[in-house]
C-alpha cells in the first residue's frame, strides 16, 4: 500500500475568505473616513447657517423659512438625480430634514404644538416636517394647538385639515373661522398606515381603542376580524396604545411607533380599509411663507345665498386657469342654512395671476379670507 508523500496534505480553500474579510475590513475603513468628512462638512454647514440665522436677526427676518427649505430640498434632490446615487428621494429629504433642523436649532429652538400625546399621527406629521431638533408640546384637542399658537406659546401648530377616507377635520375648520388671523404656513401629506396592537392573542380581545377617525377607516376590517370586540372612542391613537397597554383583553388600532412605545405586539399590519389612506395636516403659524413656484394656497369664503352664487365664485379660478385642488362647504355660524367654502388652489397669493383672481372673487363675496400659501407637499410615511 503507498503511503502519502509527506507535505502533500491538501489545504483547506481559505484563499477566497480571507480575501473577502480583506475587502470588508477595507470597504469599512472607506465608511470610517467618509463619515469623518461628513463630520466635517455638516459641522461647516451648521456654521454657516447659525451666521445666516445672525443676519436674519440684525434683519428682523423669521429664522424658519419653509420656502428656502424646499428650495434646498429640491437642490438636493436633483444633485442626487443627476450623481445617480442609490438613496431615494424620500431618503434624502430624510436625511436633510434632520440636518436643518439641527441647524435651525442652533439659530432658536422651535416650539410646536400638536394634538397628542407622543406617537399620535399629529407627532409623526411634526416630525416629518420639522425634524427631532425642536421641542415638541403635546395638548389636548385640535382647538388647544390654535390657542397655544396664537398665545404665543408655541411658534407653530400642527392640525389635521382633511382624511383621504372621512374627508374634512370639523374641529380644524371650526378653529380657522374663529382664528383667521392665523396663517398656513405649511402642509404635510402623511400616508396613514394603522396596525392592531395588543398584549393579547387575538381571540382575547374583547375591546379596541383608538380615536373615532382611525375607527371609521378601519370599521370593514374590525367587521370582519373582529366581530364580537366593542369599540370604544378615545381622544388620540397614541393613548389608545396606553390603554391597551394597562387593560387586560384590549387593543388599540394605533401606529408602530405608538406599539414601540408601550411595548405592545402588532397582531395586524395596515388594516385601514383604503390602501390610499392619507391625512394632510396644516402647519400654522403668524407668518405668510414666500413662494416656491410649486405653492398652494388656501381660502375662505361666504356667498349671497342666492342661486348661481356659488358656480359665479368658482368661475373666478376658471377664468384665471387656476386649477383648484380641494372644496370643502361648512356650516355659516352666523347665519342658518348659509355654508362657507374652503378651497385649495394651484399658486402663491403673491403670483400675479392669484392675486387678479382672488380680487375678482372678493367681488362675489360677502366675505373672503386668505388662509395661507404655502410649497405644496408630497406623500410621506410607511
Given amino acids: 500500500m503507498a503511503r502519502k508523500a509527506e507535505g502533500n496534505t491538501p489545504t483547506p480553500p481559505t484563499t477566497g475568505v480571507t480575501r ?34 445672525r443676519a436674519k436677526n440684525e434683519q428682523g427676518e423669521e ?33 436633510f430634514r434632520e440636518i436643518m433642523s439641527a441647524s435651525r436649532g442652533l439659530q432658536k429652538v422651535f416650539k410646536v404644538a400638536y394634538l397628542g400625546p407622543e406617537y399620535s399621527f399629529s407627532h409623526l406629521a411634526a416630525v416629518e416636517h420639522f425634524g427631532q431638533s425642536i421641542e415638541f408640546v403635546p395638548v389636548a384637542s385640535i382647538a388647544v394647538v390654535f390657542e397655544e399658537v396664537d398665545r404665543r406659546h408655541v411658534d ?17 375648520l371650526d378653529m380657522f373661522l374663529r382664528m383667521r388671523h392665523l396663517v398656513i404656513c405649511g402642509e404635510i401629506r402623511l400616508r396613514i398606515h394603522y396596525n392592531l396592537v395588543a398584549n393579547c392573542e387575538p381571540q382575547e380581545i374583547r375591546r379596541v381603542y383608538s380615536k373615532p377617525q382611525a375607527l371609521s377607516q378601519c370599521r370593514g376590517w374590525l367587521a370582519r376580524n373582529l366581530p364580537y370586540a366593542q369599540t370604544h372612542d378615545v381622544s388620540s391613537t397614541a393613548f389608545a396604545a396606553e390603554l391597551a397597554f394597562k387593560e387586560k383583553g384590549a387593543a388599540a388600532v394605533a401606529s408602530r411607533q405608538a406599539a414601540s412605545r408601550y411595548g405592545l405586539r402588532i397582531l395586524f399590519s395596515q388594516i385601514e380599509d383604503s390602501p390610499h389612506n392619507e391625512t394632510r395636516f396644516a402647519v400654522i403659524g403668524h ?25 359665479d365664485a368658482l368661475d373666478v379660478f376658471k377664468q384665471n386657469k387656476i386649477n383648484l385642488t380641494w372644496i370643502e362647504s ?27 383672481a382672488l380680487k375678482s372673487l372678493a367681488e362675489h363675496c360677502q366675505e373672503l379670507s386668505v388662509l395661507g400659501s404655502y410649497p405644496i407637499a408630497r406623500s410621506v410615511g410607511d
Fill in 287 to 311: 407668518h405668510k411663507a414666500g413662494r416656491t413656484g410649486a405653492d398652494k394656497t388656501t381660502a375662505m369664503f361666504r356667498i349671497p345665498h342666492n342661486p348661481g352664487s356659488l358656480v
Fill in 156 to 172: 407653530f401648530g400642527v392640525v389635521p385639515i382633511e382624511n383621504s377616507t372621512d374627508g374634512r377635520v370639523s374641529d380644524t
Fill in 63 to 95: 429664522i424658519f423659512s419653509p420656502a428656502r427649505e424646499e428650495e434646498v430640498y429640491q437642490n438636493v434632490i436633483q444633485a442626487n438625480e443627476k450623481n445617480k446615487g442609490p438613496l431615494s428621494e424620500l431618503s434624502i429629504r430624510a436625511i
Fill in 330 to 356: 361648512f356650516p355659516s355660524p352666523q347665519a342658518k342654512s348659509e355654508y362657507l367654502f374652503f378651497v385649495d388652489f394651484e399658486g402663491h397669493q403673491d403670483d400675479p395671476k392669484v392675486s387678479k
Fill in 20 to 53: 473577502s474579510a480583506a475587502q470588508l475590513k477595507a470597504l469599512r475603513s472607506q465608511i470610517d473616513k467618509l463619515d469623518i468628512q461628513l463630520v466635517k462638512m455638516i459641522n461647516e454647514r451648521a456654521s454657516v447657517a447659525a451666521e445666516i440665522g
